[in-house]
């Protein structure tokens, strides 16, 4: 029971596997957002500016989601090369 909590600060996985998992995540989540945004909104009875406002919120967040993808992806990088000073 003295071990608990040295072995809760023990790390399960590395920064840069972190880095890649998350990445991965995220352009997922924008695929699956951007597919099933534009389904549900299809099938709604909207006037015109509706559905232009609601298809560019859901691009919006699936754009997001994107740029989070990205920004993991070249933190991944930035770790595997060894630069930690960003």
Do not use: C, W
């Not at 920064?15 to 695929?31: P, V």
């Not at 299809?42 to 754009?63: I, K, N, R, S």
Request: zero cysteines.
């Amino acid at each position: 029971m003295r071990n608990l909590p040295q072995l809760m600060r023990r790390p399960v996985t590395t920064e840069r596997l972190d880095a890649s998992i998350g990445s991965k995540m995220a352009y997922g989540a924008g695929a699956v957002v951007s597919g099933v945004g534009m389904l549900k909104i299809a099938g709604l009875e909207l006037t015109e500016h509706q559905l232009m406002f609601g298809l560019l919120l859901v691009t919006g967040v699936a754009l997001q989601l994107v740029v989070l993808g990205m920004a993991l992806e070249v933190r991944g990088q930035l770790l595997a090369t060894g630069d930690r000073s960003r």
